[in-house]
């Protein structure tokens, strides 16, 4: 082979390395292991096969080491981004589904034990069935205007429930509109909020996002993500909402 081929040959050997690379830049930047959670649900509080699945891909580079994340989901429910080596459990039924992660194993009970220090939490609730009531009283909260048929077609039906007339925002939560259906809110430590269900007011700050599906007004479904990480991890707790809130624009309701 003369000297002018071999040349020839090693310039079309690069400029396909670099086609190969720019391509990889645009593949996903990372991907972060997938781990299974037990499930608890149904009438007889029977336990559900712990799944096992691929890892999970990232559809961007999240702003902490990805070393530091993992998904977690079950068979049922919403699935969630978390730190890394915790333990997860999620409950389901007729009227939605929740996950806990949490640093040590959540307690398997029911019902649920409430989450006291660190954790992090995703609730789905189904508004074509008894979660509508949740729905409801979280839309008169968040979300009056653009579901004010819903809530009224709620009251309606004469169960008891509470007055969604009186129930309004709380005080010192503070909170985002990032569309008319979704906010992320802060709700401050010590404070009781749009955070604090699961979880018990402690010395910091529970964050998050709450959301319905942004094309149903008649059964909607409810999702909100709450999180509470140590004052120290503040960069991890906003690349997990960041995660979270990826997922909700792209696949609605979870990754």
Not at 208 to 231: A, M, T
Not at 232 to 243: K, N, R, V
Request: proline share 10%; hydrophobic share 35%.
């Amino acid at each position: 082979m003369s000297g002018r081929i071999a040349g020839r040959w090693l310039a079309a050997i690069a400029f396909i390395a670099l086609l190969g690379t720019a391509h990889a830049g645009n593949s996903p930047t990372a991907q972060v292991p997938f781990v299974g959670c037990p499930a608890i649900g149904g009438a007889d509080s029977e336990r559900s096969a712990i799944p096992h699945d691929a890892p999970k891909s990232l559809s961007s580079q999240p702003t902490v080491r990805p070393a530091r994340i993992a998904y977690y989901r079950a068979e049922e429910g919403p699935g969630v981004f978390a730190p890394r080596g915790w333990h997860c459990r999620t409950w389901h039924g007729s009227n939605g589904a929740f996950i806990i992660v949490t640093p040590t194993e959540p307690p398997d009970a029911t019902p649920r034990e409430p989450v006291k220090d660190q954790g992090v939490v995703a609730v789905e609730s189904y508004g074509g069935t008894s979660g509508r009531f949740d729905v409801a009283e979280v839309s008169a909260r968040l979300f009056q205007d653009v579901m004010a048929d819903f809530i009224a077609r709620v009251k309606a039906e004469g169960f008891p429930s509470p007055d969604f007339s009186k129930i309004k925002p709380y005080p010192d939560d503070q909170y985002t509109y990032l569309t008319p259906k979704l906010v992320k809110f802060t709700t401050p430590a010590h404070h009781e909020g749009i955070g604090t269900g699961i979880f018990v007011p402690s010395a910091d700050p529970v964050r998050g996002l709450v959301g319905l599906s942004p094309d149903d007004n008649d059964e909607p479904l409810l999702l909100q993500f709450h999180l509470r990480l140590s004052s120290s991890d503040d960069p991890l707790a906003q690349a997990l909402i960041d995660l979270e809130l990826q997922c909700i624009t792209s696949s609605w309701p979870s990754c």
